[in-house]
């Protein structure tokens, strides 16, 4: 039967392994669970961009043509087609060439949007010739787009903004999350089932062997009959250490015998 | 082998199994829970693209243009396929079944385009699954509704969903490793007095008398039995030494007469003596309270800026700056202001150290760094920022800089590169935990609450700051940086061939495959921004495990030209691996070679420099050439990334891979045959020489 002072000593040592399994388990957790909300966010960020350069297409088609935003008949029928079309998508609007809003279809009626983005895209050129700028961010639980349409000259002429609800993305967070920290529970348990039980049976034999070493040391206090003269942990050389002790005592043995004999 | 290490393998191997069924226990979770949601998300995007699509094409039929006399519709869904990374093909197929149009990802293999076009080529297209794709079909009919004009057909990779899962796994072993180095530096400090740290003392302790290195104490404090063995081990020692004073008083007091015949006995006494250094002051074991504080200190203020890393670029260009400014110039300047107060710190610290104490020091600039934090994160203009950001420069380089110097001082008992590679550990562990913690942080709880954890971060590290043992000017010499201890520095031919051949374009070569070419390579192969950050961990992750090990490798060897030579050549190996091998794989050995040659130099490189001072006698001292040499090292860091644009516009990423390497193969030789005819062992008995004064 293993006394207590034993069991606490073999506590102290299996406790750290396990605080850092823990908290390998929470961090995995939660970096896998981080990895799957940005698979899905990069779909719904896809989606979006889609729908935003749908709408950016129509108005471009129009300022090509020299037809302004405020003329276009077809922006605003493809909007509602757009907005009707996909129940995640809470918001789509137009801003002008000036930044200010022209058209907005919204079901989300907290939409805003920072001017300074605006401002911010409209002064951009895109680094190829055609090409438009965009910028993709999350805020408040939506996924949000900010496209450019540019006139027949290269210039900015209007701002598509597209709102995409986030809610599926939190879900695939939470959802994951969830699984996994009653997976990483059960691995943990299993975990400290394991290591305290290799601890045990170990420490066991560790402590019989550094019995062992005590009687060899001539400490009559610790000596045990069942004694392990095999030492369990190789990686610490007992033994080896304990034989250069006892060559170096009897090396300085045979120079004390040596003077010895010279003072007789 | 014994049995009893096969015993211990045996364990050892059981642990490693159990972490990685739990680890691929995890994937397959995450798998489980995440696959219907990415498939909904996918047929969700399948349906808008193709609705999209259907409404392109019927406009045109309603207007009685046929599809197969469509102009551009090859463009039209090029242009889809470009925006959709998540499709594999697209195809067009007549009312007559003819295949008007195709249009496929280039990284499809033959098996995958033979199957993607036997599909295609299907007669029957209900329900049109494969184990390779899941297609949706979209019927083209027309206003007038009835026959079919044409069906459109987008191809998803059917194991997009194992694709992702795949990423998970590299992730979940990142996550492993980020972890179990997290809870390492954490629990360091903290469990120093933890019967697990005990136990590591006593293997040390043992591994020091196996050795015949009999100038150690372990002293033990514990009642278990190891504590009771090893205080007896103790006593023996303590006997063993006083034996040998005791013979050495009674040979050197021996009568006249015995003189001669002592003569022998005395150098048999004085071999024992030296075999098992039994003439030496005992060290105690495992005494690393001073260095782990600091290591905890640098470890802390480290982390509060790596946490900042992956989000501030965008934070700072979303604040209100001058709207004349670019959002890359408005990301740039709080970036580059930091950058250069950091730099300017190097030269003054261990002057400040000196003035007004280590401890003094350590609190005021972890202060500065953890305030100048907290006050990022509540500052809402971009003007606050960048002084903010100048302001925590300083602290951080201060903080780094009086480490460094406190760690000098330590290593002159404990070993210089030991010491110094406790502190290099301390930052490069903050270098991999900290951006992945910041990610989730700034992803989850928003980038004013990684700020806040930042600044945390780094107050929390003037506790230990304020545990450091206080040294104050009066305790050493005092020499204070000056243009003359400078001039004296850069005087000093081997020093400075030293920097100019070794350190200088070891950093420029750092930062600029770092930061540019491995980026940039990894970008032009296809591969996302996430691989080149795994990749780049590779390069931390080889420099941590390393560099105690090589540290530890050159105080017991007492030697640091060989480590500069071979950290040097595997540098320049891993940048000719780079241009060797024109894939993934290259740029897996560039990464790891180069924090691997690193590892290997960096501490040794580094002692050298304040030995070759130190022996030099010259006015500036190993601190202050330690503050200039950092200077020197952080401009050369700054040059890196500039002298890659130049060389990829000139040569190309290959061509500029291979030039690194030459500079450093180059590099390499000159520093080898500057430091030929240098006698380490003389400096290091000049060492132990001040030591013993």
């Given at each position: 039967?293993?006394?207590?002072?034993?069991?606490?000593?073999?506590?102290?040592?299996?406790?750290?392994?396990?605080?850092?399994?823990?908290?390998?388990?929470?961090?995995?957790?939660?970096?896998?669970?981080?990895?799957?909300?940005?698979?899905?966010?990069?779909?719904?960020?896809?989606?979006?961009?889609?729908?935003a350069s749908q709408m950016s297409n129509v108005v471009e088609a129009g300022l090509r043509f020299g037809i302004p935003i405020a003329n276009q008949?077809e922006a605003p029928?493809k909007m509602?087609?757009?907005?009707?079309?996909?129940?995640?998508?809470?918001?789509i609007a137009l801003f002008d060439d000036t930044g200010k809003p022209f058209l907005v279809k919204?079901?989300?009626?907290?939409?805003?949007l920072?001017?300074?983005e605006i401002h911010?895209l409209l002064s951009k050129?895109p680094?190829?010739?055609?090409?438009r700028v965009t910028r993709?961010?999350?805020?408040?639980?939506?996924?949000?787009i900010l496209m450019q349409a540019r006139d027949a000259t290269g210039s900015t002429g209007a701002l598509v903004w597209a709102?995409?609800?986030?809610?599926?993305?939190?879900?695939?967070?939470?959802?994951?999350?969830?699984?996994?920290?009653?997976?990483?529970?059960?691995?943990?348990?299993?975990?400290?089932?394991?290591?305290?039980?290799?601890?045990?049976?170990?420490?066991?034999?560790?402590?019989?062997?550094?019995?062992?070493?005590?009687?060899?040391?001539?400490?009559?206090?610790?000596?045990?009959?069942?004694?392990?003269?095999?030492?369990?942990?190789?990686?610490?050389?007992?033994?080896?250490?304990?034989?250069?002790?006892?060559?170096?005592?009897?090396?300085?043995?045979?120079?004390?015998?040596?003077?010895?004999?010279?003072?007789? | 082998?014994?049995?009893?290490?096969?015993?211990?393998?045996?364990?050892?191997?059981?642990?490693?199994?159990?972490?990685?069924?739990?680890?691929?226990?995890?994937?397959?979770?995450?798998?489980?829970?995440?696959?219907?949601?990415?498939?909904?998300?996918?047929?969700?995007?399948?349906?808008?693209?193709?609705?999209?699509?259907?409404?392109?094409?019927?406009?045109?039929?309603?207007?009685?243009?046929?599809?197969?006399?469509?102009?551009?519709?090859?463009?039209?869904?090029?242009?889809?396929?470009?925006?959709?990374?998540?499709?594999?093909?697209?195809?067009?197929?007549?009312?007559?079944?003819?295949?008007?149009?195709?249009?496929?990802?280039?990284?499809?293999?033959?098996?995958?385009?033979?199957?993607?076009?036997?599909?295609?080529?299907?007669?029957?297209?209900?329900?049109?699954?494969?184990?390779?794709?899941?297609?949706?079909?979209?019927?083209?009919?027309?206003?007038?509704?009835?026959?079919?004009?044409?069906?459109?057909?987008?191809?998803?990779?059917?194991?997009?969903?194992?694709?992702?899962?795949?990423?998970?796994?590299?992730?979940?072993?990142?996550?492993?490793?980020?972890?179990?180095?997290?809870?390492?530096?954490?629990?360091?400090?903290?469990?120093?007095?933890?019967?697990?740290?005990?136990?590591?003392?006593?293997?040390?302790?043992?591994?020091?008398?196996?050795?015949?290195?009999?100038?150690?104490?372990?002293?033990?404090?514990?009642?278990?039995?190891?504590?009771?063995?090893?205080?007896?081990?103790?006593?023996?020692?303590?006997?063993?030494?006083?034996?040998?004073?005791?013979?050495?008083?009674?040979?050197?007091?021996?009568?006249?007469?015995?003189?001669?015949?002592?003569?022998?006995?005395?150098?048999?006494?004085?071999?024992?003596?030296?075999?098992?250094?039994?003439?030496?002051?005992?060290?105690?074991?495992?005494?690393?309270?001073?260095?782990?504080?600091?290591?905890?200190?640098?470890?802390?203020?480290?982390?509060?800026?790596?946490?900042?890393?992956?989000?501030?670029?965008?934070?700072?260009?979303?604040?209100?700056?001058?709207?004349?400014?670019?959002?890359?110039?408005?990301?740039?300047?709080?970036?580059?202001?930091?950058?250069?107060?950091?730099?300017?710190?190097?030269?003054?610290?261990?002057?400040?150290?000196?003035?007004?104490?280590?401890?003094?020091?350590?609190?005021?600039?972890?202060?500065?760094?953890?305030?100048?934090?907290?006050?990022?994160?509540?500052?809402?203009?971009?003007?606050?920022?960048?002084?903010?950001?100048?302001?925590?420069?300083?602290?951080?380089?201060?903080?780094?800089?009086?480490?460094?110097?406190?760690?000098?001082?330590?290593?002159?008992?404990?070993?210089?590169?030991?010491?110094?590679?406790?502190?290099?550990?301390?930052?490069?562990?903050?270098?991999?935990?900290?951006?992945?913690?910041?990610?989730?942080?700034?992803?989850?709880?928003?980038?004013?609450?990684?700020?806040?954890?930042?600044?945390?971060?780094?107050?929390?590290?003037?506790?230990?700051?304020?545990?450091?043992?206080?040294?104050?000017?009066?305790?050493?010499?005092?020499?204070?940086?000056?243009?003359?201890?400078?001039?004296?520095?850069?005087?000093?031919?081997?020093?400075?061939?030293?920097?100019?051949?070794?350190?200088?374009?070891?950093?420029?070569?750092?930062?600029?495959?770092?930061?540019?070419?491995?980026?940039?390579?990894?970008?032009?192969?296809?591969?996302?921004?996430?691989?080149?950050?795994?990749?780049?961990?590779?390069?931390?992750?080889?420099?941590?495990?390393?560099?105690?090990?090589?540290?530890?490798?050159?105080?017991?060897?007492?030697?640091?030209?060989?480590?500069?030579?071979?950290?040097?050549?595997?540098?320049?190996?891993?940048?000719?691996?780079?241009?060797?091998?024109?894939?993934?794989?290259?740029?897996?050995?560039?990464?790891?070679?180069?924090?691997?040659?690193?590892?290997?130099?960096?501490?040794?490189?580094?002692?050298?420099?304040?030995?070759?001072?130190?022996?030099?006698?010259?006015?500036?001292?190993?601190?202050?050439?330690?503050?200039?040499?950092?200077?020197?090292?952080?401009?050369?860091?700054?040059?890196?990334?500039?002298?890659?644009?130049?060389?990829?516009?000139?040569?190309?990423?290959?061509?500029?891979?291979?030039?690194?390497?030459?500079?450093?193969?180059?590099?390499?030789?000159?520093?080898?045959?500057?430091?030929?005819?240098?006698?380490?062992?003389?400096?290091?008995?000049?060492?132990?020489?001040?030591?013993?004064?």
């Amino acid at each position: 039967m293993a006394s207590s002072s034993f069991l606490r000593r073999v506590t102290q040592l299996a406790v750290l392994p396990l605080i850092g399994f823990a908290v390998t388990l929470l961090f995995a957790s939660l970096m896998v669970s981080l990895r799957l909300e940005k698979a899905v966010a990069d779909l719904v960020e896809a989606r979006a961009t889609f729908i935003a350069s749908q709408m950016s297409n129509v108005v471009e088609a129009g300022l090509r043509f020299g037809i302004p935003i405020a003329n276009q008949s077809e922006a605003p029928r493809k909007m509602d087609a757009l907005i009707g079309s996909d129940t995640e998508l809470l918001t789509i609007a137009l801003f002008d060439d000036t930044g200010k809003p022209f058209l907005v279809k919204s079901s989300n009626k907290t939409a805003n949007l920072d001017d300074r983005e605006i401002h911010r895209l409209l002064s951009k050129r895109p680094s190829k010739l055609g090409g438009r700028v965009t910028r993709a961010w999350r805020v408040d639980g939506e996924i949000r787009i900010l496209m450019q349409a540019r006139d027949a000259t290269g210039s900015t002429g209007a701002l598509v903004w597209a709102a995409y609800s986030a809610k599926t993305v939190q879900l695939a967070f939470s959802a994951t999350l969830s699984e996994l920290f009653k997976v990483s529970a059960l691995i943990f348990l299993g975990a400290a089932i394991l290591i305290f039980s290799l601890t045990y049976g170990m420490w066991q034999k560790w402590e019989k062997h550094v019995a062992g070493s005590l009687t060899r040391l001539g400490d009559d206090a610790a000596a045990d009959p069942g004694a392990n003269q095999v030492n369990p942990l190789p990686m610490v050389p007992l033994t080896e250490a304990l034989a250069q002790l006892a060559n170096a005592d009897q090396a300085l043995g045979e120079v004390r015998l040596k003077i010895g004999d010279l003072s007789i | 082998m014994t049995s009893a290490k096969l015993r211990l393998w045996s364990v050892v191997s059981l642990l490693a199994v159990f972490v990685i069924a739990a680890l691929v226990l995890l994937a397959a979770a995450a798998r489980n829970t995440g696959a219907h949601l990415v498939i909904n998300a996918l047929e969700r995007n399948s349906e808008t693209i193709g609705t999209a699509l259907r409404i392109q094409f019927e406009r045109a039929i309603n207007i009685g243009i046929a599809l197969d006399q469509l102009v551009g519709v090859d463009s039209v869904l090029e242009d889809e396929l470009a925006l959709h990374h998540e499709v594999s093909f697209f195809a067009l197929i007549a009312g007559d079944q003819r295949l008007l149009s195709y249009v496929g990802r280039n990284q499809l293999n033959p098996k995958e385009l033979q199957e993607a076009k036997r599909l295609i080529l299907t007669p029957n297209r209900n329900n049109l699954q494969s184990e390779t794709f899941h297609i949706r079909t979209v019927e083209l009919s027309g206003e007038s509704g009835g026959i079919s004009k044409g069906t459109l057909l987008i191809g998803f990779p059917a194991r997009y969903i194992d694709k992702q899962v795949n990423v998970v796994v590299i992730d979940l072993v990142v996550a492993a490793l980020i972890a179990f180095i997290l809870v390492t530096e954490l629990l360091r400090y903290a469990t120093r007095h933890s019967a697990l740290h005990e136990f590591s003392r006593f293997r040390e302790f043992t591994q020091h008398i196996k050795s015949r290195n009999f100038g150690v104490q372990g002293r033990f404090l514990a009642v278990d039995p190891t504590s009771v063995l090893s205080k007896r081990m103790d006593e023996q020692l303590h006997t063993l030494r006083g034996n040998y004073q005791e013979l050495l008083a009674r040979i050197e007091h021996a009568p006249l007469h015995m003189k001669r015949s002592m003569l022998d006995i005395g150098t048999q006494l004085q071999k024992i003596a030296d075999r098992y250094k039994l003439n030496s002051a005992p060290q105690e074991i495992g005494n690393l309270g001073e260095t782990s504080r600091l290591r905890m200190v640098v470890f802390l203020v480290a982390l509060s800026d790596e946490i900042c890393r992956p989000f501030f670029a965008v934070y700072a260009s979303s604040l209100d700056g001058p709207i004349a400014l670019s959002s890359e110039v408005l990301a740039g300047i709080p970036l580059t202001s930091f950058l250069f107060t950091w730099a300017l710190s190097q030269p003054f610290g261990a002057t400040l150290l000196r003035r007004f104490g280590t401890r003094s020091c350590l609190v005021s600039a972890a202060t500065v760094t953890g305030l100048g934090m907290l006050a990022t994160a509540i500052t809402d203009t971009w003007l606050g920022l960048v002084v903010l950001r100048a302001l925590t420069g300083f602290g951080f380089g201060c903080v780094l800089i009086f480490s460094q110097a406190i760690m000098l001082r330590i290593g002159r008992v404990t070993g210089r590169a030991r010491a110094m590679a406790e502190f290099v550990a301390g930052v490069v562990a903050a270098g991999i935990c900290g951006p992945a913690i910041g990610g989730l942080l700034a992803v989850k709880f928003g980038t004013t609450f990684a700020f806040v954890v930042s600044g945390c971060c780094a107050l929390i590290a003037i506790v230990f700051a304020m545990g450091t043992k206080d040294t104050r000017a009066a305790e050493i010499t005092a020499k204070s940086f000056s243009a003359k201890a400078v001039v004296e520095t850069m005087r000093h031919p081997r020093l400075l061939l030293l920097m100019i051949f070794s350190a200088i374009p070891g950093k420029i070569a750092s930062t600029a495959v770092l930061l540019m070419l491995v980026p940039l390579a990894t970008a032009e192969m296809g591969e996302s921004p996430s691989v080149a950050g795994r990749l780049l961990l590779l390069f931390f992750l080889g420099f941590f495990l390393v560099a105690g090990f090589a540290a530890k490798l050159s105080d017991h060897l007492n030697l640091r030209k060989p480590f500069i030579a071979a950290g040097g050549l595997l540098s320049a190996l891993a940048c000719l691996c780079g241009y060797a091998f024109d894939n993934i794989w290259g740029l897996f050995l560039t990464c790891s070679l180069l924090g691997l040659g690193q590892a290997w130099l960096s501490s040794p490189q580094i002692i050298l420099v304040t030995q070759i001072m130190d022996a030099s006698g010259t006015a500036a001292d190993s601190e202050l050439v330690l503050g200039f040499y950092r200077l020197v090292e952080r401009f050369g860091g700054a040059l890196g990334p500039v002298l890659a644009a130049v060389l990829i516009k000139q040569i190309g990423l290959g061509g500029a891979m291979l030039a690194f390497g030459l500079i450093l193969a180059i590099g390499c030789l000159v520093t080898m045959l500057t430091l030929w005819s240098y006698k380490e062992n003389a400096t290091a008995y000049l060492e132990t020489g001040a030591q013993a004064a």
